[in-house]
């Protein structure tokens, strides 16, 4: 038996390869190719547009695969939401759709808007939104370089995905609301989800992409420390739980070992070695399984 994978293929084809690459899974893409080849005989994986996946998981042409909340919404088709997973092209946080307008624009506010012509990719979530707040506006579908039409003047505002707002910026363009938040999401097929071994297959694929989310901005913390110092190395870190202590063979001495935030431990490394920690170790984490 095999599961049918579908992997998304765009903006978050890249940061999926290496999240599968820490969760232990090696996938080789050939450009020419939408069948990607993967190191695990049970997987049958398959490029596809986050756009479409939702479709065709519904459809049973998919057991499951990776794509976003606000596509899944789009879709409006029924699967399952196996489990989500927060990481995107440019880091572990959500994206927004936001609604944006020229910097010399003299829409404020939302309202502003009314009888305007807006272009998105994201139709169906933009009328829901403007219906809810009874705003007539003119919604077109755009295949693309929808930033580019506001600031030719085909369109008075956009509804666009963000993750930084620097393209946004760049392009001279300020947001004057957000539409919705998505997160990736592995979705499956309803039959599929009710198969034991199906269902068991996914929710280890989920669980080891989670521990490598996970270890994504972690790092690990080694160090040998004198028992007179123990209290004061220890109050400097900032553990996930507690450290874990370990005696030495050397009397009066112990092996400390943490998980820290990678970006505090160039603060912490200094303090710990004036404190008297020694041999003081550094190392990358793959997955962290809570």
Request: aromatic content about 6%.
């Amino acid at each position: 038996m095999k599961l049918k994978f579908g992997l998304p293929k765009g903006s978050l084809q890249e940061a999926t390869t290496r999240m599968f690459k820490k969760a232990g899974f090696t996938i080789n893409i050939n450009p020419r190719s939408y069948f990607p080849s993967i190191d695990d005989g049970e997987i049958s994986p398959f490029l596809l547009r986050s756009q479409e996946m939702a479709r065709y998981v519904a459809d049973g042409v998919l057991d499951c695969g990776i794509t976003g909340a606000d596509w899944t919404i789009e879709s409006g088709r029924d699967v399952v939401r196996a489990c989500e997973l927060i990481y995107g092209k440019q880091g572990l946080r959500p994206v927004r759709w936001v609604l944006a307008v020229p910097n010399d624009s003299k829409i404020k506010k939302v309202e502003d808007l009314k009888g305007k012509r807006i272009a998105t990719e994201l139709v169906n979530t933009t009328e829901k939104y403007f219906k809810a707040r009874k705003i007539n506006v003119d919604i077109e579908f755009s295949w693309g370089a929808t930033e580019a039409k506001v600031g030719a003047g085909l369109v008075d505002a956009i509804v666009e995905l963000t993750e930084t707002g620097a393209s946004l910026k760049a392009n001279n363009l300020r947001i004057i609301d957000t539409i919705c938040e998505s997160t990736t999401l592995i979705v499956a097929n309803k039959d599929s989800w009710k198969d034991k071994w199906k269902r068991e297959k996914i929710e280890s694929i989920a669980l080891l992409l989670k521990g490598a989310i996970q270890a994504e901005e972690k790092v690990g913390l080694k160090m040998n420390v004198e028992k007179k110092n123990l209290d004061k190395v220890i109050s400097i870190l900032p553990a996930m739980k507690k450290p874990t202590i370990s005696q030495l063979s050397q009397e009066g001495w112990c092996a400390i070992e943490t998980i820290v935030d990678e970006k505090v431990v160039r603060n912490i490394i200094p303090r710990l070695k004036q404190s008297g920690a020694q041999g003081i170790i550094e190392y990358p984490l793959n997955k962290v399984i809570a």
